[in-house]
């Protein structure tokens, strides 16, 4: 792969925007997922509503950012020096930890039998959430070299010890991939993306091609009796292109916009993107619906058009305008994302394993509900500010 030259160099701060509303927007439906009584349109929508709401649109949103940061990442290795060894070993170790991280979060919500494990299992579900922190920790350089092993090898001893401390539902020991979780699915979708992106090295027109087999094996998997569900593998890898579609979207647009000699007043190639996203949805509509539960690729389609309208205008907003001061409120929250998603599973198996009651029941209703859920994420944001301060990042 080359280093593509008309690439921008700078930080793009509307991208980094995208993240932080995202991740604000991410900790604020998971807090109001167990918030009753409140309107169908701030929840999933069942699987076979044929319905989304802007809950549904969260996950395809940061699958389409991390689409979006590609580029810049490979770009930033090469114009580093980095050997494709050393980048080929990035890849694999990103993809693995958030697999990884992915079915410790599922293991510890459910599958196990409480009365044979070891450890309690809100315990064993604070350590599965907490480990990571201390292995992926970005450090200062600064850092005492022999703590910041005994704490990365240490977290990864605790990991493999609670492997074995798992008994399930059935009576074996360890864990079992039920799903993959949220990061699982990132972790699988991301491999798969960034092979392709280097094997065809980041060339738009093969990128194009990459969405529409997605979009193909996305539809043939959700086809009963095709020849893709008949084979467990192919099935598996369907389903992760599924997902992958999002991130090849987020490439795509990442290209027309940035890769480029000149910037374009319009960017026609960007509108016309959009509307075909929305085009292809409408019309596989009537033979799968829309289902992020089923992962559709309606779903995946009209995600990929909202995600490309609202990064234009902040593209718009931020980039043209210079309109940023506003975004401080969320950045915090765009610098350090995987931090701040494991953080609250770690706050919620503390309260569990020590029968901590902090929020009264009245919050977890209704109006109040929804007002506590909006207080949470933004006490998450100043957390994060306070991480990012004192070097607590993590960095796969």
Partial sequence: MKIKENLY?????????????????????????SVKNVPHWMKHMPAEADAMTFVDVVF????????????????????KGDSPKTIWGHTLKRALALIIIGVFMVNAEYGYDAAKMLIAPAFWGLLAYA???????????????????????????????????????????????????????????????????????????????????????????????????QSSWASFIAGHLTHASLITTGVIISLLF?????????????????VLFFIIGYLLRPYYGISKIKGTPSWTMFSATICTV??????????????????EFIMPAAANPLLIYILPGVIYYFNLAFKIE??????????????????????????MKICNKYKIQLHL
């Fill in 60 to 79: 395809p949103a940061f699958l389409f950012i991390v689409g979006m940061s590609i580029p810049f990442a490979f770009n930033a290795r090469l114009i």
């Fill in 131 to 229: 480990m990571p922190i201390p292995i992926w920790n970005k450090y200062p350089k600064d850092f005492s070299i022999w703590l910041k092993y005994t704490l990365q090898y240490g977290g990864m001893l605790v990991l493999i010890a609670l492997y074995f401390l798992y008994v399930q539902d059935t009576g074996e020991i360890g864990m079992t991939p039920k799903w993959w979780g949220i990061l699982g699915l990132i972790g699988w979708a991301y491999f798969f993306t960034v092979v392709y992106y280097w094997l065809v090295c980041g060339k738009l027109w093969a990128m194009i091609v990459f969405l529409i087999v997605c979009v193909t094996a996305n539809a043939f998997n959700l086809t009963e009796g095709s020849i893709i569900q």
């Fill in 358 to 383: 902090i929020i009264p029941a009245y919050f977890r209703e209704g109006l109040p509900g929804i007002i506590w859920s909006l207080v949470f994420s933004t006490i998450m944001l100043f957390v």
């Fill in 9 to 33: 160099n700078q930080r793009i701060v509307s991208i980094d925007a995208l993240r932080g509303i995202t991740i604000f927007i991410m900790i604020f439906v998971n807090e109001l997922a």
């Fill in 258 to 274: 940035f890769d480029r000699k000149i910037t374009l007043k319009i960017n026609w190639p960007v509108i016309g993107f959009a």
């Fill in 310 to 327: 609202l990064f234009y205008f902040l593209y718009w907003l931020m980039e043209i305008k210079k309109q940023t001061k506003w975004s």
